[in-house]
T-cell receptor
């Protein structure tokens, strides 16, 4: 599983609160990604990073921000959580072509 | 941007039968097509991939075919077993030169292998 971990694994929060999810990889991969997975939608890209401090938006980036201050860590922040952001969040990193996924974070926004 | 459509959304087969899942893509510049398997509550895991310079790739009971002209690719699983039951996702990308291999996923196929 390419040494990718996510924390927390489960979180319940309330509408309007900020939430930060962490992705940590030990493979020194340059590219990292954040996806959300919802029934009927597959995996959709939120943001990605192509190096330290280098990030860009994916197809569903509204309401999310990211930061990457170290190669091994990629943080996803929900600035003010909404119920529509209830989802399972996966991060991934790339070894040449292959994307390796973390175990996922199940986020519930009440 | 890229759009990937996947069919069927659910597929039920008898153990030992073959299963075929089909995907179409829209971006003619896409050149990398992986397939992921996701068991319930687990992370997606790569099972096979193909690049646009080949038309078919096999790995034991699974194979992927690619038709670049028609912009579609398919996953074939032969001699299905109960442990093949999972959700399968296809994806497409422009490869690492297109921004670090950003993948666009299909919406998934729930495969159920019945005894």
């Amino acid at each position: 599983d390419a040494g990718i971990t996510q924390s927390p694994r489960h979180k319940v929060t309330e509408t309007g609160t900020p939430v930060t999810l962490r992705c940590h990889q030990t493979e020194n991969h340059r590219y990292m990604y954040w996806y959300r997975q919802d029934p009927g939608h597959g995996l959709r890209l939120i943001h990605y990073s192509y190096g330290v401090k280098d990030t860009d938006k994916g197809e569903v980036s509204d309401g999310y921000s990211v930061s990457r201050s170290k190669t091994e860590d990629f943080l996803l922040t929900l600035e003010s959580a909404t119920s529509s952001q209830t989802s399972v969040y996966f991060c991934a990193s790339v070894d040449y072509y292959t994307q390796y996924f973390g175990p996922g974070t199940r986020l519930t926004v009440l | 941007g890229e759009n990937v459509e996947q069919h069927p959304s659910t597929l039920s087969v008898q153990e030992g039968d073959s299963a075929v899942i089909k995907c179409t893509y829209s971006d003619s510049a896409s050149n990398y097509f992986p397939w992921y398997k996701q068991e319930l509550g687990k992370r997606p895991q790569l099972i096979i991939d193909i690049r646009s310079n080949v038309g078919e790739k096999k790995d034991q009971r699974i194979a992927v075919t690619l038709n670049k002209t028609a912009k579609h690719f398919s996953l074939h699983i032969t001699e299905t077993q109960p442990e093949d039951s999972a959700v399968y996702f296809c994806a497409a990308s422009r490869g690492v030169t297109g921004g670090g291999n950003k993948l666009t996923f299909g919406t998934g196929t729930q495969l159920k292998v019945e005894l």
